[in-house]
């Protein structure tokens, strides 16, 4: 019987852990940065960036954008809503936005015209909630708290936080080219 030897890697095999883009402490890696897209990252919650998109009565913060990490076709980031504050109106343009309560009770305000006379719904939430906004959806966000902020994480399905900002909410499709206003 041979004694037990521990294969050694091949000289191809050695050369692409070197490589490896996700391990740059490896001995012997290439110097040269990795394509964003080839590396995973990591965003401190104290490195928000503020100089985003903003609606009047709230302060959205990117985590997650095109020129944050190089993604192509998300953003994420934090929403905050002072006490007693209600949004500006706006809409997202064709980005979907998926929106996770993590403090406070904010409320979502859009118009539904599902019964045939444009209707205000609210929807009242908690931590732990989740809202789904279509794309062109006006809405608005508001704290009835009088005391404590309230804060959301938000997911959109573009790479950066798309906002426009409207005088009024109207119904989707109720006036003719203004769900696609970008302005």
């Known amino acids: 019987m041979a004694p037990h030897?521990?294969?050694?890697?091949?000289d191809d095999e050695a050369a692409a852990a070197r490589h490896d883009a996700f391990h740059p402490d490896l001995p012997g890696h290439d110097s040269s940065s990795p394509p964003l897209s080839a590396r995973l990252h990591h965003i401190r919650a104290d490195a928000l960036d503020g100089d985003t998109a903003q609606t009047g009565g709230m302060r959205r913060f990117a985590a997650?954008?095109?020129g944050s990490v190089g993604s192509e076709r998300i953003w994420m980031g934090q929403t905050h809503?002072?006490?007693d504050t209600a949004s500006s109106n706006h809409h997202h343009g064709a980005s979907e936005t998926a929106i996770h309560v993590i403090k406070g009770h904010p409320e979502f305000v859009f118009l539904d015209d599902s019964g045939g006379t444009p209707e205000e719904i609210r929807i009242r939430t908690a931590p732990g909630d989740y809202i789904f906004v279509p794309p062109y959806v006006p809405h608005r966000e508001e704290n009835p708290s009088p005391d404590d902020e309230a804060v959301v994480v938000i997911a959109r399905s573009t790479q950066e936080a798309i906002v426009v900002n409207l005088p009024e909410l109207y119904v989707l499709g109720g006036e003719p080219g203004a769900e696609r206003a970008e302005g």
Do not use: E, F, L, Y
């Not at 030897?5 to 091949?10: D, F, V």
């Open 64 to 66: 997650i954008s095109g």
């Open 5 to 10: 030897t521990t294969p050694t890697p091949s």
């Open 81 to 83: 809503v002072a006490p």
